[in-house]
């Protein structure tokens, strides 16, 4: 299984401002995957980032409010800008499994609270 | 579409307990299905995973089968301990869009 660390694990923001978060893999992966958990719900898949191109946005979320780059294949940023309090929730990212598609590993995510 | 619904928590039950968290789920095609855990402060760790109907996946004395008929993967343990204490996540996943559909989560408190 990959380990997979984000930065930071926590932030306290403001409203306005934005917030990169940072997670690295350690080993080379095709996809990465962005995940948001809204305080006491479920999972909500953001986005998938692919190496050397552009990510494919989920229903409801957009390139310019979520910015993600990925420019090598253990590494990946997602922005979030123009912060809201409603914006407060956990962020994760993930990694496919070794052997296909069969399961994903999570990284211990990145708590945000926007006042 | 695709979708997961599982029982709402808390759920609190004494150690040595039985324990049935209930999961069914919706798929349009061949799905696969997974239990995932959040330790308090943690991030999610798959706990166990089942690719096809009749399939059982077991980890840490948890099982869950996937029944096509019923559309469900309910996850069991015999005997709960302290330590199982988190919040519990049925996922399905289909192969050919690789994409995980995550149900609401439910938290089991143990209590010794």
């Known amino acids: 299984s990959a380990v997979i660390s984000q930065k930071p694990s926590r932030d306290i923001c403001q409203r306005g401002t934005s917030l990169t978060i940072q997670c690295q893999v350690d080993s080379q992966v095709t996809m990465m995957f962005w995940y948001r958990q809204q305080p006491g719900q479920s999972l909500t898949l953001i986005a998938t980032a692919n190496q050397g191109s552009e990510a494919t946005y989920e229903s409801g979320f957009v390139i310019d409010k979520f910015p993600i780059s990925r420019p090598n294949l253990t590494f990946s940023t997602l922005t979030v800008s123009n912060m809201s309090p409603e914006d407060s929730s956990i962020y994760l990212c993930?990694?496919?499994?070794?052997?296909?598609?069969?399961?994903?590993?999570f990284g211990p995510g990145t708590r945000l609270t926007v006042l | 579409g695709n979708s997961v619904t599982q029982m709402e928590g808390p759920v609190t039950l004494s150690e040595e307990a039985f324990l049935t968290i209930n999961c069914t789920y919706t798929a349009t095609g061949y799905p696969s299905l997974f239990w995932y855990v959040q330790y308090p402060g943690e991030g999610l760790q798959l706990l166990l995973k089942?690719?096809?109907?009749?399939d059982k996946g077991s980890n840490k004395g948890f099982e869950a089968t996937y029944r096509k008929e019923t559309t469900s993967f309910h996850l069991e343990k015999g005997s709960v301990q302290v330590s199982d204490s988190a919040v519990y996540f049925c996922a399905l996943s289909e192969i050919n869009f690789n994409k995980f559909y995550f149900g609401s989560g439910t938290k089991l408190n143990v209590k010794p």
């Open positions: 993930s990694v496919e499994g070794d052997r296909g598609r069969y399961e994903q590993f």
């Open positions: 089942a690719t096809k109907a009749d």
